[in-house]
């Protein structure tokens, strides 16, 4: 595992919600609130989701998507390209308590699915720094009249898995 890996996985496992933009067919962006149901990230995520709905309607339009995650120990940000999927085996392996909640059939509902991103890449923003440090940071960018540094960014580019 790589640094920036390790990264990924403390703010992804921090997370417990996503915020997962997709694109309308009139070309707007919407963007949701999802919970995080996996966080043994190893370039794809994966999401309860109602199908049909208009956020799987945009996806079968426009499947590019961002989704972002953040806490206090930094941001992600991951492009990628989403699809629906009623994988059983796997709905049964995510099924929890939170699923259940929005949906009134439980796992046999027939609008259950997963929303699966294929990751392309991940932008990340390491801010998992003690808060004194952040803050000496900022004051030391305010006299010097520099950016601060309060903590480390960078891309990781996934290998073409379609």
Known sequence: ?????????AILKAARTAVV?????RGTLHSRPLAVI????DGTLWFFTA???PKTEDIATHPAVNVSVGDGKG????SGTA???????RIDAYWNPWASAYFEGGREDPAVALLEVKVDSVHYWDL??????KG????KGILTRSAPDVGEDGVVTLDDRR
């Open 1 to 9: 595992m790589t640094a920036e890996t390790d990264i990924i996985h």
């Open 21 to 25: 933009t997709t694109q309308t067919a």
């Open 38 to 41: 996996e966080d043994d990230f």
């Open 51 to 53: 199908d049909p709905s």
């Open 75 to 78: 941001w992600l940000s991951f």
């Open 83 to 89: 699809s629906v999927s009623r994988d059983q085996e």
């Open 128 to 133: 998992d720094k003690p808060a004194i440090v």
């Open 136 to 139: 000496f940071e900022v004051v």
